[in-house]
């Protein structure tokens, strides 16, 4: 079975300083990994997916996030948060070949203030 | 762009009625997926297809199920509403062959009430 952790409900961060959400995933094989953002009362919009290759992946907005595969990890980061970086933010994963099964964690509240 | 439209945003039904939310993607995806969204929970998946007239059960079907008679429309039908799928219903689709490494594209959402 597969599995995402994103061991935060919430995360604080002033306007200007860089930001971390976490999330640590388990899987039986090689995995697909995704961060989505949802803005209030919207549906998820995808910000960037790691699937192969360098373990820094580039996204929308800014984001990045990097592929651990010893800690079995895929953070989310930004160098420099804004106040519209405030949004609720889902880690998903997906094994390869399982175009079907995206599990998703339970989401972290990111909170930039001015 | 890719789009995803939901026919409902805001549903309020009461208990015991038929509830249909439609769903319908302009992208030729094989894949639909219908979760449902709860706080503190995540995103679970309901039902997905990867093929007109296919569908396989996700994590949480019980009390539902699903239509799809074309590519592009996927339909997520509650045949006798209760109070606990009270919830905010996302669809979402994607390309279909089987080591795809794309993106889920989501709708809007419907959020629905039942009384």
């Known amino acids: 079975a597969q599995s995402v952790a994103q061991p935060e409900d919430q995360v604080n961060v002033a306007e200007g300083n860089p930001l971390t959400v976490k999330c640590t995933y388990s899987?039986?094989?090689?995995?697909?990994l995704f961060w989505y953002v949802q803005y209030p009362n919207r549906g998820l919009q995808f910000l960037l997916k790691y699937i192969t290759g360098d373990n820094l992946v580039k996204g929308s907005y800014g984001f990045e996030a990097e592929f651990n595969k010893s800690q079995t990890s895929f953070h989310l980061k930004k160098p420099s948060a804004l106040v519209s970086d405030s949004a609720l933010y889902f880690c998903a994963v997906r094994v390869v070949f399982n175009a079907g099964k995206s599990t998703f964690g339970d989401g972290t509240t990111l909170t930039v203030k001015p | 762009d890719v789009k995803v439209t939901q026919s409902s945003r805001y549903l309020v039904k009461r208990t015991g009625e038929k509830v249909f939310l439609e769903c319908v993607q302009d992208?030729?995806?094989?894949?639909m997926f219908w979760y449902r969204q709860d706080p503190g929970l995540g995103l679970r998946l309901i039902y997905f297809?990867?093929?007109?007239?296919?569908?396989e059960k996700g994590d949480i079907p019980e009390g539902y199920s699903v239509s799809r008679e074309k590519k592009e429309r996927f339909s997520l039908i509650l045949e006798s509403a209760s109070t606990n799928q009270t919830s905010m219903y996302l669809c979402a689709s994607s390309f279909g062959l089987a080591a795809n490494t794309g993106e889920l594209f989501f709708g809007e959402g419907s959020r629905l009430t039942v009384l």
């Open positions: 297809s990867y093929d007109v007239k296919m569908k």
């Open positions: 899987v039986s094989g090689n995995p697909y």
């Open positions: 992208m030729d995806h094989e894949n």
